[in-house]
């Protein structure tokens, strides 16, 4: 029996990895019927890292109302994975830039602390492993709206609390941790971050994600002088240099946040997820490994989803070939990356708003004709 692993990342504005790896498996049984297919959807920590690993592990999602990013409730969700042990979190959940109307944006307001409640959430639950994907932020807190969900408490001169959003950092006299949540020191965070900005400057978190969030330069410059400020407070409090770790600046701070007031460790999205979904043990003994993405080109061989599944297949010896929803420049890097095989899904030259629409059909008749070539050359006859 033919067994084939399916690990595609999503087609993004047209399928989840969920659909994807569906439809690739109808695919796969229009040549192999019999086959024994393992669908393992892949996310990179951002938009789609809760489903992908609820889906991979048979566990379940929990639905919560939490802080939004400009204060007001909204409905979110965090996952438990199969082992009933790991939570995972995404904080575009709660704290995401689609949650605001493009009018309403302005990350001088705008809080973590829905992504906060959700941790804090996940240790009630009495969970203390917890992978957080920290893409698609609405903010520029820092994570201190995270930390206040969490009991830290941030004061100015007077000893009053600063209200909810970056740019009240810059009136920062003193953080309190005294109350902060004692179960963090229990707990065992993975951060997934897939980006290397530190916290300030001009490749920091103002400078670099501040404009798509509602910033002008004028506003940049105030939130990147808060983060800064913040930073020395924050060092002061907790004894931990983190402003230029690589990572610190990714979502808008939260990734110096979380260095800062949990014991989190910062790693690449497509390796937590791969690690969580227990990829190298699933890969082992199978004939051939699919994979998949919206559009591979040159940035694919830089630790995208196809490479990190297609360097643990190489392990164990198993030939990887990705489906493309289109080939760019560059994109034969990742034969070098443990890829074997390239595919389009695109047959024919369509429109892109074409392509999107019967993305799913492309998708299940490339998988179809990949798995033809497949069984030519396992030496069975072409019907």
């Known amino acids: 029996m033919v067994r084939i692993i399916i690990a595609p990342d999503s087609f993004k504005g047209s399928l989840s990895a969920i659909e994807v790896a569906k439809a690739m498996e ?3 049984r229009h040549v192999f019927p019999d086959a024994e ?16 690993l609820v889906t991979a592990t048979g566990g379940r999602i929990v639905r919560q109302t939490v802080t939004g990013p400009l204060g007001e409730p909204v409905e979110a969700y965090w996952g438990i994975l ?19 109307p493009k009018e309403r944006r302005d990350p001088r307001l705008t809080t973590t602390y829905g992504t906060g409640e959700l941790i804090k959430a996940a240790l009630e639950a009495g969970i203390r492993t917890l992978i957080i994907g920290i893409g698609g932020s609405a903010t520029n807190d820092g994570g201190a709206g995270m930390a206040r969900a969490l009991g830290i408490r941030f004061l100015d001169a007077a000893g009053c609390e600063l209200p909810d959003g970056g740019a009240a950092l810059n009136r920062l006299a003193r953080i309190d941790i005294s109350g902060r949540d004692p179960r963090l020191d229990e707990a065992a965070i993975l951060v997934a971050c897939d980006v290397d900005n530190p916290l300030c400057g001009s490749r920091g978190a103002s400078a670099v994600y501040g404009p798509q969030k ?39 701070g939260l990734g110096a946040g979380l260095l800062f007031f949990t014991n989190a460790r910062l790693k690449p999205g497509v390796e937590i997820v791969l690690e969580a979904a227990q990829f190298s043990i699933l890969v ?10 919206g559009a591979t080109d040159f940035q694919t061989a830089h630790g995208k989803a196809p490479v990190g599944v297609a360097r643990i297949a190489a392990a ?8 493309s929803g289109g080939l760019g420049e560059g994109c034969e890097a990742v034969l070098a990356q443990g890829i074997d095989g390239l595919m389009s899904i695109v047959p024919r030259p369509m429109s892109l708003d074409d392509c999107i629409a019967r993305a799913g059909e492309l998708v299940e008749t490339a998988a179809a004709r990949l798995c033809r070539l497949v069984r030519v050359g396992m030496g069975k006859t072409l019907r």
């Open 26 to 28: 109808k695919g796969v």
């Open 37 to 52: 297919v393992v669908k393992v959807p892949i996310a990179d920590g951002g938009e789609g890292t809760v489903d992908a």
């Open 82 to 100: 199969g082992d009933g042990r790991t939570a995972v979190i995404e904080m575009a959940a709660a704290s995401g830039l689609p949650l605001i």
């Open 214 to 252: 509602g910033a002008t330069p004028a506003i940049v410059a105030e939130l990147d002088q808060a983060l800064l400020h913040y930073a020395g407070i924050a060092q002061m409090a907790t004894g931990r240099d983190i402003a230029n770790r690589p990572g610190a600046g990714a979502a808008g």
């Open 284 to 293: 082992q003994h199978a004939d051939l490994v699919i994979t998949g993405e």
């Open 316 to 323: 164990s010896g198993v030939p990887v070939v990705c489906l």
